[in-house]
């Protein structure tokens, strides 16, 4: 754990590496066309994008105002925060106590970017319809990124469910990508990744897609960089045994609880690190660095996750 003055992000980041393993590529006498690293990505071409998560508002939490009085806190900081936009991965509201949701929308304004929201399990999907965005799953370009976000919740259930036809259009979103020249990250409240005891248990299970997403993110391992999560509450959680993609379920805005992970030696990371708050995200094609910022406190955690294949 370390902290800092300020929650900026370094400038100098990365490219410089890709850069280089792509030079000594094509001086090694393999031609351009064949070379694995230099079909991969251009990565030195890619500036990195910055942005904003949050999750897991929960706004309405024990019928108190608390939760939005965070939200508010929060807002502020992501106002004055480094990036271009903010993604919500889930949980807007606590559940589904709809007087919340014109709440939520209010505050969101003042944070003078623009915020892509999905909807978690405490988010019934026609409210998150009436007061967020009428289309559900959606995609968003920036550059040369594209994220794919989509609704793997249900309010009955801590689980998450991938329908044959959501995995077709995830699949369809990556392969437009591709033919764009763009790099694709997917968000979704409920983690993909099995996380039996000491975790959650709270995943795709089988019967709901879970094979099937991992055949899908091995065919566009090319592009797919990482898939977002929220829904865990337990501080930055994330898993690198899908490489070269990163699966990441993201630090709460209201609360997250210490479930004793690394000390459990539950596989994955997940840093000592449990206060509420928001985290700025810092990507490029060869990697993804992370900085935690608790709220009304300095940056608590950096991790920067290397593309494995690129950067290493
Ligand atoms: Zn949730």
Redesign the pocket.
């Known amino acids: 754990m370390s902290t800092q003055a300020k929650p900026s992000l370094a400038t100098n980041f990365v490219p410089a590496i890709s850069r280089r393993l792509v030079l000594s590529c094509a001086a090694g006498g393999v031609s351009v066309a064949v070379c694995p690293l230099v079909r991969q990505a251009g990565a030195a071409e890619h500036s990195p994008i910055r942005f904003l998560v949050v999750t ?1 508002t929960h706004l309405g939490y024990r019928d108190q105002d608390s939760a939005t009085q965070q939200w508010r806190r929060m807002a502020d900081e992501l106002a004055r925060a480094e990036g271009k936009f903010v993604l919500h991965l ?2 807007i509201v606590d559940g589904g106590r709809e007087a919340h949701y014109p709440t939520y929308v209010e505050v969101r304004q003042a944070i003078g970017k623009a915020v892509h929201e999905i909807p ?3 988010d019934p999907a026609e409210l998150f319809q009436r007061y967020i965005r009428k289309s559900i799953d959606t995609v968003v370009d920036h550059d040369w990124l594209r994220i794919v976000l989509l609704n793997n ?1 249900r309010p009955e259930s801590h689980d998450g469910f991938l329908a044959p036809d959501q995995l077709a259009w995830i699949d369809a979103q990556c392969e437009e990508a591709a033919k764009q020249e763009r790099f694709v990250i997917i968000g979704m ?1 409920v983690p993909v990744h099995e996380n039996r005891h000491p975790d959650r248990g709270w995943y795709v299970k089988k019967e709901y897609g879970h094979a099937e997403f991992y055949e899908l993110a091995k065919r566009h391992a090319a592009r797919l960089l990482a898939v977002f999560h ?2 865990f509450h337990n501080g930055l959680r994330g898993w690198t045994d899908h490489a070269p993609v990163h699966e990441i379920a993201f630090p709460s805005a209201l609360y997250n609880q210490d479930r004793r992970l690394e000390e459990q030696k539950a596989p994955g990371y997940n840093p000592i690190e449990f206060r509420p708050g928001f985290t700025l995200v810092e990507i490029t094609p060869s990697a993804i660095r992370l900085e935690f910022k608790p709220l009304g406190q300095d940056i608590a955690v950096k991790k920067t996750l290397p593309r494995e294949g690129i950067d290493r």
């Open positions: 897991d889930g949980d978690g399990n405490h919740a409240h929220g829904h």
